[in-house]
């Protein structure tokens, strides 16, 4: 009725029809006489975002599928859309043309995406990353080339884009981790101003890639943990013992490092957790759980407290999560306790969660409030959630061993309850119990005999059955009476109820034939023509087994052994034990069964992956306008070294901004950049001219390579950045330490106070000479400190906090083996007397490829002093290369040789009495050498 | 990620739907009523009910439930939170959030959810973004737009989307300039039967109305920041500077928003501002049972308490009440046994109090439950915790705004247990 008229009038007056159209786009039935008319609609309009076609494009796209032919119709106009100098327009063209699930159009969505992609507009480019999947629904054939347009997208680096394009990467390939490398350190310093949807899709996708780049943190503990509670359960078996704890030494003495990608994903989802939105913190909250050290856990507890605030569907969900973390870390949730308690008004559904909650938490020390809480439970009007409250009590008792006796009191006093859930429920859980220890109980089971003539429950019935049957030696006079009684109402029982009477007289029988033998024959006939094939079977097989008869088989021998065996008490776990298989947080982990598309979670990689993929190519313009020769006579002088300033030095002022904002990413370079930077800086030296030279405004930096590492960047140290270097030069107040610069910038906008060393959390050994505290820092200035570390001659890194007036920060220095050590100058004939002292063991030599560019003696020796503070021994060949050093904190001497042979061939020979060093130290000027 | 999203009246029918990618029939909800069947109270609806080919993701607001339904894995609160953001939106742009509403707004519900959603993804959920897209309906507009025939999509292109602070938007003007706060602190607390506290915490919330012109950037700051334990923002609050200075620094949106929640640390003892005196008994063998209530102030920092309100579920085995309240009025339901006393005011020298007797049915035993008691209560000019507003500063434009903060502490999930 209304449709034809909308129909014919829709020319004259379109604006006034389409919202009784709308109106109707719900109703099912499609509208092909309106559709035409609604294509030519469409084409005909001017203006691109008029207001009709905002609805007719709604209804376009619902119908598209069902009128495919009429849709094609409108194609053109959209595909004039995608060409406006408009970007919103160009957004919204796009967006509706890849909504009509037509397959015909396939090839201009793709061709209209790959143009998007390389918009100008990051708007519209997080439309072309909407785009992505909906194009793979429609066509999943165009999987390849969709994964090109989504490893470009990914590349981007505006906060508009970065959540869509994930979305993208997880509906279309989420198996493909290897486009996330390059892009993992700029995805986790986005994160935070990524708006929230994309946020939790981030931070979902990178937990996944945390756990198959990084080793486990708790990898130590876990072995420790294990060790000792296998100890604690199987102490007679020693020889299992003591294999573990050689596996925990064996775990000890190989330290766990945290990579410093796998922190800076902690570091950067730590403040989400201040987020509103629900789904956000319970996000960040289950990569923590997933990832993060033991120790630092806890931090997510508080958060996810917090969100029970909230709507009760919410409430559900994150209880049904807590649920699961409590029976791993149960410690984390204890402060938060009372946040659990049940309140009358909560859901059913959320009583019972919580209640799964406050069971896991309970322990020795609380279990007495946890209780006396649980008993006003037990009062409630809710009968479903007084049953859960009997089998949480029941749990308690079996898991903590001092109240077992209290709880069964409790228990057995509510078997005289009035209401009959709530017994039948107690005698359940009772007999759960009973099992454990049933000699001190037999007035318990008395009790429950006389129940049984109440009792209505199937369950409970059969219960206390089994459980009469089970200590019939306890309970022998009664419990021949309750069989007669039993096999009076036998044929109105339940199934269960028949079973446990069979259970029952087959086990009387055996103990006390003489009084049951009739009862028992009288029961298995009646059991003989029950409906149910269950105890048909079940009677018959009985039978046989128990009733002597002269063809009964070997087996009837032992049938006394077969029933009245010892049976092992049952444990009552969570239904949630176990469930942190799934990622938390996932829908698959809420329904405790994998949903279409879960990811599972990987586990953790025995050994890292190389680190080193996720470093980032950074441009070479870049590179060369950031390190700046400081002047030829540097790569003169004798020790090869060379210098560059870490201040900004370019040339001009504009670029001096921009190179700023690349020191973030100065920590991702690779040795294999600095090499080629070093290169440049060599091939800079020849080609620079004097007047060009005195152009450049230059700090000359103590000597030596300047890398600088950074320590704590602007951004997580709120303003305050720091970054150390290994100066190379002798730390004056004590010889055995290695000296290290490091630079405060204070980009904040007021001042800092009172920069000091605090805590230094060292390996055995280790030593660290504090600078003076620097009292002021104005906003804007930099100042450089020096301190001193003896690292013990290891690799070891040396934790310490950096304190200022209003925070601290943990903070680590790492030493690169090359600068443990110092210069020793030796003569020829010297350095060939030691190397002979330092042969065998102490040797280390390996032969290797020289690269491209080490063609000639000057390069080999630039190269390996760049890797190491050794300084150059003289030698009559040309066609060998020498160093010396001593190590900084023992004084180990360390000898270099690098013999090369025609084709770019050569022998590397370490010799050091610290062979890890040597070790070590071939491996980084290997890497050196061969580039 | 949301495929389809469907709207159920309390009386189980699906008024609306909205389809995000390839439509998913109505059947598919036949599975929600099922678990509506099986649910005793409307709430008790699992929140998620997996079908054979679908996940259903329900919530229940203003007694609508709002259906989403999924195909493949996405964590159950993305879906859940945006189910809420819309119901947020809705009552943003039609003041309430009934069936009625929806369905005399059903155009520009249509064009909100289109706006929100792109292929199931969230696309602009930011209200101060949708407001530009999408003019809310006014009166005044209604009638316009009946006449001439448009409707409520802006005409302007959606700008906000593309700005550094999506949350506001550029060239807000206002004549009369101001910045209204109020902090509202809840007061949770399970008291026992002896009057003794169980458990009991404050959370509170600052929610702004903020009118300023042009784009300025704001500066709260408190007497006593070290109260507050755990916060959570509204994005525009910048994140480091709390951190440093425990100040917050925001460019606001413009209107009605929630600046920040936060919870009171628990090691203060929290200052419970009323008692309750009960004495509720049912003798064994008789079938009537006696009802006394007083309450009465206490720790209040001399402030009124007001808007008081008693609730209590009795148990079921009671027929009818018959009380006498010193004040106020009060209401039972002998359907569903719950007693409500509207007290008002309590004043300090004439303490409230119900007072009367139950009748029970005849020949059933006592009933061996005790109810709790809700209560629910107002207190003006008190933030409880002790939270103070230090002050206010605006930089960033010239004009001098007109500031104000209003404290207020309210019962949240009061409970006395019997």
Same mark, same amino acid.
């Given at each position: 009725?209304?449709?034809?008229?909308?129909?014919?009038?829709?020319?004259?007056?379109?604006?006034?029809?389409?919202?009784?159209?709308?109106?109707?786009?719900?109703?099912?039935?499609?509208?092909?006489?309106?559709?035409?008319?609604?294509c030519?609609?469409?084409?005909?309009?001017?203006?691109?975002?008029?207001?009709?076609?905002?609805l007719?494009?709604?209804?376009?796209?619902?119908?598209?599928e069902?009128?495919q032919?009429?849709?094609?119709?409108s194609?053109?106009?959209?595909?004039?859309?995608?060409?406006?100098?408009?970007?919103?327009?160009?957004?919204?063209?796009l967006?509706?043309?890849?909504?009509?699930?037509?397959?015909?159009?396939?090839?201009?969505?793709m061709?209209?995406? &790959?143009?998007?992609?390389?918009? !100008?507009? @990051?708007?519209? $480019?997080?439309?072309?990353?909407?785009?992505? *999947?909906? %194009?793979? #629904?429609?066509?999943?054939?165009?999987?390849?080339?969709?994964?090109?347009v989504?490893?470009?997208?990914?590349?981007?680096?505006?906060?508009?884009?970065?959540?869509?394009?994930?979305?993208?990467?997880?509906?279309?390939?989420?198996?493909?981790?290897?486009?996330?490398?390059?892009?993992?350190?700029?995805?986790?310093?986005?994160?935070?101003?990524?708006?929230?949807?994309?946020?939790?899709?981030?931070?979902?996708?990178?937990?996944r890639?945390?756990?198959?780049?990084?080793?486990?943190?708790?990898?130590?503990?876990?072995?420790?943990?294990?060790?000792?509670?296998?100890?604690?359960?199987?102490?007679?078996?020693?020889?299992?013992?003591?294999?573990?704890a050689?596996?925990?030494?064996?775990? &000890?003495?190989?330290?766990y490092? !945290?990579? @410093?990608?796998? $922190?800076?994903?902690?570091?950067?989802?730590? *403040?989400? %957790?201040q #987020?509103?939105?629900?789904?956000?913190?319970?996000?960040?909250?289950?990569?923590?759980f997933?990832?993060?050290?033991?120790?630092?856990?806890?931090?997510?507890?508080?958060?996810?407290?917090?969100?029970?605030?909230?709507?009760?569907?919410?409430?559900?969900?994150?209880?049904?999560?807590?649920?699961?973390?409590?029976?791993?870390?149960?410690?984390m949730?204890?402060?938060?306790?009372?946040?659990?308690?049940?309140?009358s008004?909560?859901?059913?559904?959320?009583?019972?969660?919580k209640?799964?909650?406050?069971?896991?938490l309970?322990?020795?020390t609380?279990?007495s409030?946890?209780?006396?809480?649980?008993?006003?439970?037990?009062?409630?009007?809710?009968?479903?959630?007084?049953?859960?409250?009997?089998?949480?009590?029941?749990?308690?008792?079996?898991?903590?061993?001092?109240?077992?006796?209290?709880?069964?009191?409790? %228990?057995?006093?509510?078997?005289?309850?009035?209401?009959?859930?709530?017994?039948?429920?107690?005698v359940?859980?009772?007999?759960?119990?009973?099992?454990?220890?049933?000699?001190?109980?037999?007035?318990?089971?008395?009790?429950?005999?006389?129940?049984?003539?109440?009792?209505?429950?199937?369950?409970?019935?059969?219960?206390?059955?089994?459980?009469?049957?089970e200590?019939?030696?306890?309970?022998?006079?009664?419990?021949?009476d309750?069989?007669?009684n039993?096999?009076k109402?036998?044929?109105?029982?339940?199934?269960?109820?028949?079973?446990?009477?069979?259970?029952?007289?087959?086990?009387?029988?055996?103990?006390?034939?003489?009084?049951?033998?009739?009862?028992?024959?009288?029961?298995?006939?009646?059991?003989?023509?029950?409906?149910?094939y269950?105890?048909?079977?079940?009677?018959?097989?009985?039978r046989q087994l128990?009733?002597?008869t002269?063809?009964?088989?070997?087996?009837?021998?032992?049938?006394?052994k077969?029933?009245?065996?010892?049976?092992?008490?049952?444990?009552?776990?969570?239904?949630?034990?176990?469930?942190?298989?799934?990622?938390?947080?996932?829908?698959?982990?809420l329904?405790?069964?994998?949903?279409?598309?879960?990811?599972?979670?990987?586990?953790?990689?025995?050994?890292?992956?190389?680190?080193?993929?996720?470093n980032?190519?950074?441009?070479?313009?870049v590179?060369?306008?950031?390190?700046?020769?400081?002047?030829?006579?540097?790569?003169?002088?004798?020790?090869g070294s060379?210098?560059?300033?870490?201040?900004?030095?370019?040339?001009?002022?504009?670029?001096?901004?921009?190179?700023?904002?690349?020191?973030?990413?100065?920590?991702?370079?690779?040795?294999?950049?600095?090499?080629?930077?070093?290169?440049?800086r060599?091939?800079?030296?020849?080609?620079?001219?004097?007047?060009e030279?005195?152009?450049e405004?230059?700090?000359?930096?103590?000597?030596?390579?300047?890398?600088?590492?950074?320590l704590?960047?602007?951004?997580?140290?709120?303003?305050?950045?720091?970054?150390?270097?290994?100066?190379?030069?002798?730390?004056?107040?004590?010889?055995?330490?290695?000296?290290?610069?490091?630079?405060?910038?204070?980009?904040?906008n007021?001042?800092?106070?009172?920069?000091?060393?605090?805590?230094?959390?060292?390996?055995s050994g280790?030593?660290?000479?504090?600078?003076?505290?620097?009292?002021?820092?104005?906003?804007?200035?930099?100042?450089?400190?020096?301190m001193?570390?003896?690292?013990?001659?290891?690799?070891?890194?040396?934790?310490?906090?950096l304190?200022?007036?209003?925070?601290?920060?943990?903070?680590?220095?790492?030493?690169?083996?090359?600068?443990?050590?110092t210069?020793?100058?030796?003569?020829?004939?010297?350095?060939?007397?030691?190397?002979?002292?330092?042969?065998?063991?102490?040797?280390?030599?390996?032969?290797?490829?020289?690269?491209?560019?080490?063609?000639?003696?000057?390069v080999i020796?630039?190269?390996?002093?760049?890797?190491?503070?050794?300084?150059?021994?003289?030698?009559?060949?040309?066609?060998?290369?020498?160093?010396?050093?001593?190590?900084?904190?023992?004084?180990?001497?360390?000898?270099?040789t690098?013999?090369?042979?025609?084709?770019?061939?050569?022998?590397?020979?370490?010799?050091?009495?610290?062979?890890?060093?040597?070790?070590?130290?071939?491996?980084?000027?290997?890497?050196?050498l061969?580039? | 990620?949301i495929?389809s999203?469907?709207?159920?009246?309390?009386?189980?029918?699906?008024?609306?739907?909205?389809?995000?990618?390839?439509?998913?029939?109505?059947?598919?909800?036949?599975?929600?009523?099922?678990?509506?069947?099986?649910?005793?109270?409307?709430?008790?609806?699992?929140?998620?009910?997996?079908?054979?080919?679908?996940?259903?993701?329900?919530?229940?607001?203003?007694?609508?439930?709002?259906?989403?339904?999924?195909?493949?894995?996405?964590?159950?609160?993305?879906?859940?939170?945006?189910?809420?953001?819309?119901?947020?939106?809705?009552?943003?742009?039609?003041?309430?959030?009934?069936?009625?509403?929806?369905?005399?707004?059903?155009?520009?519900?249509?064009?909100?959810?289109?706006?929100?959603?792109?292929?199931?993804?969230?696309?602009?959920?930011?209200?101060?973004?949708?407001?530009?897209?999408?003019?809310?309906?006014?009166?005044?507009?209604t009638?316009?737009?009946t006449?001439?025939?448009?409707?409520?999509?802006?005409?302007?292109?959606?700008?906000?989307?593309?700005?550094?602070?999506?949350?506001?938007?550029?060239?807000?003007?206002?004549?009369?300039?101001?910045?209204?706060?109020?902090v509202?602190?809840?007061?949770?607390?399970?008291?026992?039967?002896?009057?003794?506290?169980?458990?009991?915490?404050?959370?509170?919330v600052?929610?702004?109305?903020?009118?300023?012109?042009?784009?300025?950037?704001?500066?709260?700051?408190?007497m006593?920041?070290?109260?507050?334990?755990?916060?959570?923002?509204?994005p525009?609050?910048?994140?480091?500077?709390?951190?440093?200075?425990?100040?917050?620094?925001f460019?606001?949106?413009?209107?009605?928003?929630?600046?920040?929640?936060?919870?009171?640390?628990?090691q203060?003892?929290?200052?419970?501002?009323?008692?309750?005196?009960?004495?509720?008994?049912?003798?064994?063998?008789?079938?009537?049972?006696?009802?006394?209530?007083t309450?009465?102030?206490?720790?209040?920092m001399?402030?009124?308490?007001?808007?008081?309100?008693?609730?209590?579920?009795?148990?079921?085995?009671?027929?009818?009440?018959?009380?006498?309240?010193?004040?106020?009025?009060?209401?039972?339901?002998?359907?569903?046994?719950?007693l409500?006393?509207?007290?008002?005011?309590?004043?300090?020298?004439?303490?409230?109090?119900?007072k009367?007797?139950m009748?029970?049915?005849a020949?059933?035993?006592k009933?061996?439950?005790?109810?709790t008691?809700?209560?629910?209560?107002?207190?003006?000019?008190l933030?409880?915790s002790?939270?103070?507003?230090?002050?206010?500063?605006?930089?960033?434009?010239?004009?001098?705004?007109?500031k104000?903060?209003?404290?207020?502490?309210?019962a949240?999930?009061?409970?006395?247990?019997?």
């Amino acid at each position: 009725q209304v449709a034809p008229a909308a129909g014919t009038r829709f020319h004259q007056d379109r604006a006034k029809n389409h919202p009784i159209l709308l109106s109707h786009t719900n109703a099912l039935n499609s509208r092909s006489e309106l559709y035409s008319p609604l294509c030519e609609c469409v084409c005909s309009d001017v203006c691109f975002l008029s207001q009709v076609k905002k609805l007719v494009y709604v209804y376009l796209v619902r119908y598209a599928e069902e009128q495919q032919d009429l849709a094609l119709l409108s194609i053109s106009t959209f595909q004039r859309g995608l060409k406006d100098p408009n970007q919103l327009i160009r957004a919204s063209a796009l967006r509706v043309l890849s909504s009509i699930r037509v397959t015909i159009i396939v090839p201009i969505m793709m061709l209209a995406i &790959k143009e998007a992609a390389s918009d !100008m507009s @990051p708007y519209v $480019r997080k439309t072309a990353a909407h785009a992505i *999947p909906k %194009l793979h #629904s429609l066509d999943p054939e165009q999987k390849d080339q969709l994964i090109e347009v989504i490893e470009k997208l990914l590349a981007d680096k505006t906060t508009l884009v970065a959540g869509s394009v994930v979305m993208a990467f997880e509906e279309v390939c989420p198996d493909r981790i290897d486009l996330i490398h390059k892009n993992y350190r700029k995805l986790c310093n986005l994160l935070i101003d990524v708006e929230e949807w994309g946020q939790v899709v981030i931070i979902n996708m990178l937990t996944r890639y945390a756990r198959t780049q990084f080793l486990n943190p708790n990898i130590n503990e876990s072995l420790l943990e294990e060790s000792s509670e296998k100890a604690f359960y199987a102490s007679d078996d020693e020889e299992d013992e003591d294999k573990k704890a050689e596996a925990a030494t064996l775990a &000890k003495r190989k330290p766990y490092v !945290m990579d @410093p990608d796998h $922190r800076l994903l902690l570091r950067n989802t730590k *403040p989400l %957790l201040q #987020s509103r939105n629900a789904a956000v913190v319970m996000a960040v909250a289950q990569l923590y759980f997933h990832l993060a050290p033991k120790a630092e856990v806890g931090i997510i507890a508080k958060a996810l407290v917090r969100l029970m605030r909230s709507h009760s569907e919410v409430q559900y969900v994150v209880l049904q999560n807590v649920a699961t973390m409590t029976i791993k870390r149960r410690g984390m949730f204890e402060p938060y306790l009372k946040s659990f308690y049940i309140r009358s008004t909560d859901p059913t559904q959320i009583k019972i969660l919580k209640l799964e909650v406050l069971t896991n938490l309970a322990n020795e020390t609380n279990i007495s409030t946890i209780l006396r809480e649980f008993q006003t439970y037990i009062k409630s009007m809710d009968k479903d959630f007084v049953a859960a409250s009997i089998q949480a009590i029941g749990r308690c008792a079996t898991n903590i061993g001092e109240v077992r006796d209290t709880c069964l009191n409790g %228990l057995v006093q509510l078997l005289s309850n009035r209401d009959e859930l709530v017994v039948a429920e107690s005698v359940v859980v009772i007999k759960k119990l009973l099992q454990m220890q049933p000699e001190q109980h037999s007035d318990i089971i008395k009790h429950m005999a006389k129940l049984i003539d109440n009792i209505q429950v199937p369950m409970a019935r059969a219960s206390i059955l089994w459980l009469i049957g089970e200590y019939c030696e306890h309970v022998p006079k009664i419990a021949p009476d309750v069989l007669r009684n039993m096999a009076k109402t036998f044929t109105n029982e339940e199934d269960i109820v028949k079973l446990q009477i069979i259970n029952l007289a087959a086990k009387l029988y055996l103990t006390n034939s003489k009084q049951t033998k009739l009862l028992t024959q009288y029961v298995l006939n009646l059991a003989k023509y029950d409906q149910n094939y269950d105890i048909r079977d079940r009677a018959r097989f009985i039978r046989q087994l128990i009733v002597p008869t002269d063809k009964s088989g070997a087996l009837s021998k032992y049938a006394k052994k077969l029933f009245l065996a010892l049976k092992p008490a049952p444990v009552l776990q969570s239904t949630f034990k176990d469930r942190d298989h799934f990622q938390l947080g996932s829908l698959s982990h809420l329904l405790n069964a994998k949903a279409a598309g879960y990811q599972e979670l990987p586990d953790w990689p025995e050994s890292a992956p190389d680190p080193s993929v996720r470093n980032v190519e950074v441009k070479d313009s870049v590179c060369a306008r950031r390190t700046v020769l400081t002047g030829p006579e540097e790569s003169d002088s004798g020790s090869g070294s060379e210098s560059a300033s870490a201040s900004d030095e370019s040339g001009s002022g504009s670029e001096s901004e921009e190179s700023r904002e690349e020191t973030e990413s100065e920590d991702e370079e690779e040795d294999e950049e600095k090499e080629k930077k070093r290169k440049k800086r060599l091939d800079k030296t020849k080609a620079k001219k004097p007047a060009e030279e005195s152009a450049e405004r230059c700090t000359i930096a103590p000597s030596g390579s300047i890398k600088m590492y950074e320590l704590l960047h602007r951004i997580t140290g709120e303003g305050l950045a720091v970054e150390y270097c290994f100066s190379r030069q002798p730390f004056s107040p004590d010889p055995n330490m290695v000296a290290v610069q490091i630079q405060f910038t204070n980009n904040t906008n007021s001042e800092t106070k009172n920069l000091h060393i605090e805590e230094p959390r060292l390996q055995s050994g280790m030593r660290i000479r504090e600078f003076t505290e620097i009292g002021l820092q104005p906003s804007g200035e930099s100042v450089t400190v020096v301190m001193g570390i003896d690292f013990c001659d290891s690799t070891q890194a040396a934790n310490f906090q950096l304190c200022t007036h209003t925070r601290k920060f943990f903070v680590s220095i790492q030493p690169p083996v090359g600068e443990l050590m110092t210069p020793v100058f030796l003569t020829e004939n010297d350095f060939k007397k030691e190397q002979g002292k330092l042969m065998g063991m102490n040797e280390i030599s390996e032969k290797l490829m020289l690269g491209e560019k080490c063609v000639n003696e000057h390069v080999i020796v630039e190269r390996v002093t760049a890797t190491a503070n050794l300084s150059r021994v003289p030698c009559g060949s040309e066609k060998e290369c020498r160093f010396a050093g001593k190590t900084v904190s023992s004084g180990c001497l360390v000898l270099v040789t690098v013999p090369t042979k025609e084709g770019g061939g050569a022998q590397l020979t370490v010799n050091c009495e610290k062979m890890l060093i040597g070790t070590l130290l071939v491996k980084d000027i290997m890497q050196a050498l061969s580039q | 990620m949301i495929h389809s999203l469907f709207l159920v009246n309390a009386s189980g029918d699906i008024f609306l739907e909205k389809h995000w990618k390839s439509v998913v029939s109505r059947s598919v909800c036949d599975y929600f009523f099922e678990a509506l069947e099986r649910a005793t109270e409307p709430e008790n609806v699992p929140p998620v009910i997996p079908t054979p080919h679908h996940y259903l993701i329900n919530v229940l607001r203003h007694r609508i439930y709002f259906v989403a339904v999924i195909q493949s894995e996405v964590p159950p609160l993305f879906v859940i939170e945006f189910l809420h953001r819309v119901v947020d939106t809705f009552q943003d742009y039609f003041g309430v959030c009934t069936e009625a509403a929806i369905k005399d707004n059903v155009v520009v519900v249509y064009e909100l959810l289109e706006e929100m959603l792109d292929n199931g993804f969230p696309l602009a959920t930011e209200s101060n973004i949708l407001k530009e897209l999408i003019k809310p309906p006014t009166i005044l507009r209604t009638v316009v737009n009946t006449i001439t025939g448009s409707t409520n999509v802006g005409e302007q292109l959606p700008t906000g989307q593309l700005s550094v602070v999506p949350w506001r938007r550029t060239g807000v003007k206002y004549t009369n300039n101001e910045a209204y706060f109020d902090v509202i602190e809840e007061i949770d607390a399970i008291i026992d039967k002896s009057g003794s506290t169980i458990t009991a915490e404050i959370q509170g919330v600052i929610d702004a109305c903020v009118k300023l012109t042009g784009m300025p950037d704001l500066t709260l700051s408190f007497m006593n920041p070290r109260l507050l334990d755990d916060v959570s923002f509204h994005p525009c609050v910048r994140f480091k500077r709390w951190e440093a200075e425990r100040i917050l620094s925001f460019i606001p949106p413009d209107g009605n928003f929630r600046l920040l929640s936060y919870h009171v640390s628990s090691q203060n003892l929290v200052a419970i501002p009323v008692y309750v005196k009960h004495n509720i008994s049912f003798r064994e063998g008789s079938s009537q049972g006696r009802f006394e209530l007083t309450l009465g102030p206490k720790q209040t920092m001399g402030k009124a308490v007001e808007s008081v309100l008693v609730s209590s579920q009795l148990p079921r085995g009671v027929l009818n009440a018959n009380l006498n309240p010193s004040q106020g009025t009060y209401t039972f339901d002998p359907v569903t046994k719950l007693l409500s006393w509207d007290v008002g005011k309590i004043n300090p020298q004439k303490l409230p109090s119900l007072k009367g007797s139950m009748s029970l049915q005849a020949g059933a035993s006592k009933p061996d439950e005790n109810p709790t008691i809700n209560i629910q209560f107002k207190i003006q000019q008190l933030a409880i915790s002790g939270l103070k507003v230090n002050r206010l500063d605006m930089y960033g434009e010239k004009y001098k705004p007109f500031k104000g903060i209003k404290y207020m502490t309210k019962a949240g999930k009061f409970q006395v247990r019997t």
